[in-house]
């Protein structure tokens, strides 16, 4: 299948899912997440707040604030440009909706940092596969946001983990040149990371 086909299947695929299901699948991969060291030790994190059928991270979200860390979702910038900045949560935050139709931190460049300042980034995807590839939706923010890496591949914050269903997974994803490879990823089901992390895959439910 190519990258349009799988992206159609997929996304049909997750917004299928009831909501009984949406809210079992994010306490669970919440509950996943929060047993990480990564997540434990992480100062600053990335969020995202969830669209179309996507795995829902606000849990993981409040418990993060209520520890004290930082965190982070993105802003998009307004048509023709295609940017994406990361801007921290403050209390009494103010919010916009931005042209997708989707809630984000209303605009403060201030508080706005580089991906790579981050300890940790929870990404959204439409797919995935077991090599650490993530298909999104097309539009290229977070490839943008973190095409650093390509150029320098040693260059490793933030830890990158993709957060989805597990029905999302595919044996293999066809893979552009522009794609930044994932850490890791976590769904209701299971925690895969690459082998050179040494974390290896927490299958236990």
Not at 15 to 43: E, G
Not at 158 to 166: D, K, N, R, S, T
Request: charged share 25%; aromatic share 8%.
């Amino acid at each position: 299948m190519t990258r349009g086909q799988w992206r159609r299947t997929l996304r049909q695929r997750r917004r299928s899912l009831s909501k009984a299901q949406q809210a079992r699948a994010s306490r669970d991969l919440c509950r996943r997440i929060a047993q990480l060291p990564s997540f434990q030790r992480s100062r600053r994190i990335g969020l995202y707040l969830p669209n179309d059928g996507e795995i829902d991270p606000t849990p993981l979200l409040y418990l993060a604030q209520r520890r004290g860390k930082h965190c982070y979702l993105p802003v998009v910038s307004g048509w023709p440009r295609q940017q994406m900045r990361l801007q921290r949560l403050r209390p009494g935050q103010r919010w916009a909706r931005n042209r997708f139709g989707i809630n984000e931190p209303a605009s403060a460049p201030h508080w706005q940092v580089k991906a790579w300042q981050l300890d940790l980034l929870l990404l959204p995807l439409v797919g995935f596969d077991r090599q650490g590839n993530r298909l999104g939706m097309g539009g290229g923010f977070y490839d943008r946001c973190l095409a650093y890496r390509q150029r320098r591949r040693h260059w490793r914050r933030p830890q990158l983990l993709g957060l989805a269903h597990q029905c999302q997974e595919v044996p293999q994803l066809p893979i552009a040149d522009w794609d930044i490879p994932l850490d890791g990823i976590v769904t209701d089901r299971y925690s895969l990371f690459l082998q050179e992390s040494g974390l290896g895959t927490d299958t236990r439910r």
